[in-house]
Structures are given as C-alpha cells and as structure tokens.
C-alpha cells in the first residue's frame, strides 16, 4: 500500500460514531460523513477492506447471497460476526457455526443508523478506547470499552447502555463485549443485515430463529 493513502485508522479519528453517555449539547464538532466518501471515491479504496455501506457493490450481495446461511441465524457461512438489525442481535460465528450468541445489542438510533453491509472486516481494536465525539457527564471522553472497529466513521462493536440507541455502533453488554473483541482479529469478516430482507433476498430461505 502506498503510504500516502488514508488508512482506517485517519478515518476513525476523523469521525467517531458513537455516545455511550453523550448528548446533543456535549457532542463534539465533527466533519461530515461525505468527507469519508469523497477520500473513498478519490482514493479507489475501501475502509476496513470493504465498500461504504449505503453504496455497497451488488455483487457483493449477491456473492453473499450465494453462500449458505450459517444456521441459526441470517448470515454468510464466511461471516465470523453477524448483525442482525431486526431483532437487534449478534452472533459470533467460526467454519459457519455459532459459537456465542445470539445476545442482545443497541444499533444506531434515527439518523444515525447502523450501516448495513455483507463484506465489513475488523481492522482496529482498543480495549480501552473512549469517544472522540462525545463526553459523559464528566466532561470526559465517553468511554467505548472493549471496542472492535469493523466500517468506515468507526463503526464498532463495544461495551454500553444499551437503553439507549447508539450514534452508529453495535453496543454490547460489557461482558459480551469483552467476548467479542477476545473472539475476533483484524480480518474477519462482519455481515450487519435485516434478516426479512436476507430471506427476501434468498427467495424466502432461512432465517435467524
């Protein structure tokens, strides 16, 4: 790679999508999510191996699409982690087999929805890792422990409230957080889908039970 390219890393200090305890009035500035798109679309490369989720290569899909459904829930046999916005679920996955899950997860709330996306790939993880967004009550960065970082903004899996909506990520119970992140490496695959459009999508196949 050449080093003059932007790495997820520059974009994920760029645009950190998440609250765990913030709100609209200890939000910090930020750039536009188009800044992301436009660096994408002049450097001809993908964030974390992969398209941005809104403008997700159809045969991308459809490659998904063609390959079997890892039982149990609505993913790819290849997905090592599968997100499931319908039923607000996650699952962890190895050679298509459920090893953990399903647990329950917090997606983005209105305006700030998960991104969907069949090809996202792990390519950070701090386990200690706080916001570059938004602050707590404290007045501190909020913290994102346990943070697995998998689509372009720094859309992640990690540990948080999840009574409330996240500004992008996939919240986890802290435990299960610390699961996933132990579970997963940097190159894994992670499906983020709508189970009643993956079984519209596979002509009325399984889904996740």
């Known amino acids: 790679m050449m080093p003059s390219l932007v790495t997820p890393s520059a974009v994920t200090a760029t645009h950190e999508q ?3 305890m913030g709100n609209p009035t ?10 992301v798109a436009a660096i994408v679309a ?3 490369i993908g964030l974390g191996g992969t398209a941005l989720a809104d403008v997700e290569q159809g045969d991308i899909a459809t490659q998904a699409h063609a390959e079997a459904v890892a039982p149990g829930t ?15 679920r996650a699952w962890l996955l190895r050679d298509g087999k ?3 899950g399903p647990v329950p997860i917090a997606s983005g709330g209105a305006g700030q929805e998960t991104p969907l996306g069949h090809s996202f790939r792990v390519y950070r993880k701090n386990k200690d890792h706080v916001s570059g967004e938004f602050t707590g009550p ?7 422990p346990w ?3 998998f689509a372009d903004g720094g859309v992640a899996f990690h540990g948080g409230d999840r009574a409330r909506a996240s500004a992008g990520c996939v919240k986890l119970d802290t435990g299960e957080a610390e699961a996933f992140f132990n579970d997963l490496v940097e190159g ?3 499906q983020v889908v709508r189970a009643s459009d993956e079984q519209t999508a596979r002509g009325g196949g399984a889904a996740a039970s």
Not at 26 to 35: G, N, S, Y
Not at 74 to 88: E, F, G, I, K, N
């Open 74 to 88: 609505p993913c790819a046999v290849s997905a090592r982690a599968c997100v499931d916005l319908d039923t607000q």
């Open 26 to 35: 200890t939000r910090r500035p930020r750039r536009k999510r188009i800044v």
């Open 98 to 100: 459920v090893t953990r």
């Open 42 to 44: 002049a450097t001809g």
């Open 18 to 20: 998440e609250h765990q």
């Open 147 to 149: 943070s697995v970082f």
């Open 138 to 144: 404290d007045g501190n960065p909020a913290p994102m």
């Open 188 to 190: 894994d695959k992670v």
